[in-house]
């Protein structure tokens, strides 16, 4: 067999192909459809924040490698603002990690703390890229199912529990939940927490959506739970904050052991990015409390405004307590496979979704969800509901 007749593509990332964002972005381009499906908004953040960046581009802050861990001034502001909103101490020289996006920092810690073989459990459905990060440290995922349960997709705590065993090394948690929109409760973060005490595991847990949580829910950290803080990897990303998703600036904040071997793997990932964008997000965390409460309350009006349509258009909406995104069943307009429909959709209403199913491992409990970004400007809302109406008809 010579070199390249063997598939060039390992064996690790074989079945991941290309992601679904990708793929359904190129489709919407290609069909001139509105694009609900990628989860990036349609306006840029904060214009001091852009600023911040063209000043630190013009005054040749971060425009050679910046130090490893990140520049001092957004370690400093990641470390504060940790402190502020939820009463986390870290020390920002040992205790954060800057990276690029949270992409990079789920990576680097799955590659930094497992050994083949080790077993990883994650809430499926997941976030594309950590069945990927898994595979490519040589890891195994074990799935526990959120399932549909009065509106909203829960975890079944005696799942979970039987799900950990002798090989398990840490769960991959991820509140705010995407695709789902669920925001784990103090009850259900203060049983997982129990658990990783109990059978001594590590937690990664993927808070990027932590400023976009709505109505009575609350988002709380897990590192601050009983025994927590010392097992416990937060991974945080300015990407959905602060509306800059291509600046990827991403951060890690955990024991001084725990972002040491993070970092090790980072290093050989990126070593460093996104240098001039680092002391921007450094200013972006500072913002007052009145940016984060005015960015939520608008992303508040949007995901209403979508999930009113979406009803209207005949699917099962399942509110999301948090994220930018909508997951609906569309088995009330008489469908039953996602895939099917999100790639006939553009043709059939000019609209492009995400189907959920991609997200799971069992892909037959995903089949009938599919998954609409409501970051979007409301007139931009406003006609793809138009436009989705007509499936009903
Ligand atoms: N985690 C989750 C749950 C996400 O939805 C995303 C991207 N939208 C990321 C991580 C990646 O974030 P970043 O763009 O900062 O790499
Ligand atoms: N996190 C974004 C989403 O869920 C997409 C990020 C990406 O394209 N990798 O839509």
Not at 228 to 247: L, Q
Request: aromatic content about 10%.
């Amino acid at each position: 067999m010579t070199s390249t007749s063997r598939p060039l593509l390992n064996r690790r990332l074989a079945e991941f192909g290309t992601t679904i964002f990708a793929e359904m972005s190129a489709l919407a381009l290609s069909t001139g459809s509105i694009n609900l499906g990628q989860g990036f908004p349609d306006t840029d953040g904060p214009e001091e924040v852009r600023e911040a960046a063209v000043r630190a581009l013009r005054d040749g802050r971060g425009n050679q490698y910046p130090p490893g861990p990140g520049v001092p001034e957004l370690r400093t502001a990641i470390a504060a603002h940790q402190e502020r909103r939820y009463g986390l101490s870290y020390d920002p020289d040992t205790e954060v990690l800057v990276t690029a996006g949270a992409t990079e920092a789920i990576a680097a810690t799955l590659l930094a703390l497992l050994e083949p073989g080790d077993e990883v459990i994650a809430f499926e459905p997941y976030y594309d890229s950590y069945a990927a990060s898994i595979a490519m440290a040589g890891g195994t995922r074990v799935p526990v199912t959120l399932r549909p349960h009065e509106g909203s997709f829960r975890l079944d705590l005696d799942e979970l529990r039987a799900a950990v065993t002798d090989r398990t090394r840490l769960l991959l948690v991820n509140t705010p939940h995407n695709p789902t929109g669920t925001v784990l409760t103090r009850a259900e973060l203060a049983a997982i927490a129990e658990l990783a005490v109990e059978r001594d595991l590590l937690v990664v847990t993927d808070e990027v959506y932590e400023h976009l949580v709505f109505d009575d829910s609350e988002h709380l950290p897990l590192a601050t739970f009983p025994g927590m803080r010392e097992r416990t990897v937060t991974i945080g990303s300015a990407g959905k904050t602060f509306s800059f998703t291509g600046w990827k600036v991403g951060w890690v904040t955990s024991t001084p052991g725990l972002v040491t071997a993070v970092r090790s793997a980072k290093q050989f990932l990126t070593y460093v990015a996104s240098g001039p964008f680092q002391y921007a997000v450094a200013e972006a965390l500072a913002l007052p409390d009145s940016y984060f409460s005015a960015f939520r309350e608008d992303m508040l009006a949007k995901r209403d405004l979508l999930a009113a349509g979406l009803t209207e258009a005949g699917f099962e909406v399942f509110r999301p307590a948090g994220t930018y995104f909508i997951t609906t069943d569309i088995r009330p307009l008489g469908e039953s496979d996602g895939f099917a429909f999100c790639r006939a959709l553009p043709e059939r209403a000019g609209v492009v979704a995400i189907p959920n199913a991609v997200f799971y491992d069992h892909r037959e409990a995903g089949a009938p969800f599919v998954r609409f970004a409501f970051c979007k400007r409301a007139q931009v809302l406003e006609e793809a509901v138009k436009r989705l109406k007509s499936l009903a008809g």
